[in-house]
């Protein structure tokens, strides 16, 4: 059964009338405020750190070949025109 506003206000009077206001409040701020189906357990906040590694692991992996790819081809280039410019003087 779904909580809503209404029927937490109905408990929260019922507390109030058998544990008074202050205890009914205290016990009601224990309460989540949304369903249970959208609080996260343990497990879920485990399995989204899975993936979020797995995401950026692929992420780095991707952008460390592009930079080796990039530095490789420099190296190449700045390597051919240092033996250009060593051809040209004499």
Do not use: C, Y
Not at 69 to 80: D, G, H, N, Y
């Amino acid at each position: 059964m779904p909580v809503d506003d209404r029927t937490r206000l109905n408990l929260h009077r019922k507390l109030d009338e058998t544990l008074g206001p202050e205890d009914a409040d205290t016990l009601m701020a224990h309460l989540p405020p949304v369903t249970w189906n959208e609080v996260a357990t343990k497990d879920d906040v485990d399995q989204l750190g899975k993936t979020l590694r797995l995401e950026m692991r692929a992420e780095f992996a991707e952008q460390m070949n592009r930079q080796i790819k990039w530095m490789v081809t420099f190296a190449a280039a700045w390597s051919s025109l240092l033996v250009a410019a060593v051809r040209l003087i004499p």
